[in-house]
């Protein structure tokens, strides 16, 4: 059973770890794909936003596993 559940806290906290550098990378590289593919700036500023969320997201799910392993 404790297998179980560490198995579970630790593929949390590689998928926590993927949208992390997922949403720094998206963050780096939105004006140069905005740029490049000449869209309108609001679209630069929707990545951003998408980052900012994917940032919070892991934040939050970071923290449950921290909460977790404290018991």
Same mark, same amino acid.
């Given at each position: 059973? &404790?297998?179980?559940h560490?198995?579970?806290? &630790? ?13 720094g990378?998206? &963050? ?37 596993i ?6």
């Amino acid at each position: 059973m &404790a297998d179980r559940h560490d198995q579970e806290t &630790a593929r949390q906290g590689r998928i926590a770890a993927i949208v992390i550098a997922a949403a720094g990378v998206l &963050a780096m590289l939105a004006p140069w794909i905005v740029a490049r593919t000449g869209l309108p700036a609001k679209y630069e500023i929707l990545m951003y936003l998408v980052s900012m969320a994917a940032f919070i997201w892991s934040l939050v799910v970071t923290l449950r596993i921290w909460q977790k392993t404290r018991q």
